[in-house]
C-alpha cells in the first residue's frame, strides 16, 4: 500500500487498526468506517457507561445509608463505620493480581458480566447484615469484585477504538462517576421515602433495589457485549 492509496473497508475491525498507520487519521474516515464506529458506539458504549454509573453508586450505598439508621441498627461504635471504608479498597487491592491473570484468559464480555452479578449478589446480601463483622466481610467482597470493572472496560474500550477515538470513550464513562454523585443522593433520597415494606428499614431497601439492578445489568452484559473485533455482529 502506498502512501496516496486510500483504504477500503473490508468489514475487518483489525484491518482498520493496521490499515490506520498507512492512510492517517488526519485523512478522515471513508462512510463505512463512521458507520462501524457509530456502530461499535451503540453497541458498548452505553452498557459501559451504565456499569460504571452502577460501580460508583453501589460502593457509595453505605454513606447513604449513614444518614438513616444503619449505625444504630448495626450498633457500630468508634471508628467501625470508617473501617466499612477502608476494607472496601482492601478488598479492590487483592483482587487486581488475580484480576489481570482472568482478563486475559477469560472473553472480557462475559468476564464483566460474571463480576457484575457477584457484586450486585454482594451488595443485596449486605442489606440483611447485622452486625459490623458481617458488613465488613460483605464490604470487603464487593472491593474485591468492583476491582475488575475499571480495568475491564478500559480494555474492552482500547479493543475496539483506535487511540485518538479512545479519549472520548474513556471520558464518557469516567464522566458518569460524576452523574452518579449527583444522581445517587436523589435516588438515595426516594428510595429513603418509601416506608418500611416487608419490615426492612430504608437503608436496606437501597441496598436490595441498587443491588437488584446491579444483577440485571450483569446478566444483560453477559450476553450483549462483544469480546472481538472480528463479532459478526460488527458487520455492516
Not at 19 to 47: C, H, N, Q
Not at 160 to 168: G, I, K, L, T
Request: proline share 3%.
Amino acid at each position: 500500500m502506498t502512501h496516496e492509496t486510500k483504504w477500503q473497508y473490508s468489514g475487518n475491525r483489525d484491518d482498520f487498526y493496521s490499515a490506520s498507520e498507512d492512510t492517517g487519521y488526519e485523512r478522515g474516515y471513508s462512510d463505512e468506517e463512521k458507520a462501524l464506529v457509530r456502530k461499535i458506539d451503540w453497541m458498548i458504549m452505553p452498557i459501559i457507561c451504565i456499569l460504571d454509573f452502577l460501580q460508583f453508586l453501589d460502593k457509595s450505598t453505605i454513606n447513604y445509608a449513614a444518614l438513616m439508621t444503619f449505625k444504630t441498627d448495626l450498633h457500630l461504635v468508634g471508628n467501625q463505620f470508617s473501617l466499612l471504608g477502608s476494607i472496601f479498597y482492601l478488598g479492590y487491592l487483592v483482587f487486581q493480581i488475580p484480576n489481570n491473570y482472568l482478563l486475559q484468559r477469560i472473553p472480557v464480555g462475559r468476564y464483566i458480566g460474571v463480576i457484575v452479578v457477584l457484586w450486585g449478589a454482594v451488595l443485596i446480601c449486605t442489606a440483611f447484615g447485622t452486625n459490623f463483622s458481617q458488613v465488613a466481610a460483605m464490604r470487603f467482597l464487593l472491593g474485591f469484585f468492583e476491582a475488575g470493572i475499571y480495568p475491564s472496560l478500559t480494555l474492552l474500550v482500547s479493543t475496539f477504538y483506535r487511540r485518538s477515538e479512545q479519549v472520548a470513550r474513556l471520558g464518557a464513562f469516567w464522566i458518569c462517576n460524576g452523574v452518579a454523585l449527583v444522581v445517587g443522593g436523589f435516588v438515595a433520597y426516594g428510595i429513603g421515602h418509601i416506608g418500611n415494606p416487608g419490615g426492612l428499614k430504608e437503608w436496606q431497601w437501597i441496598m436490595i433495589i441498587l443491588g437488584g439492578v446491579t444483577v440485571v445489568m450483569g446478566v444483560i452484559s453477559f450476553f450483549t457485549l462483544i469480546d472481538s473485533p472480528k463479532s459478526p455482529s460488527l458487520k455492516l
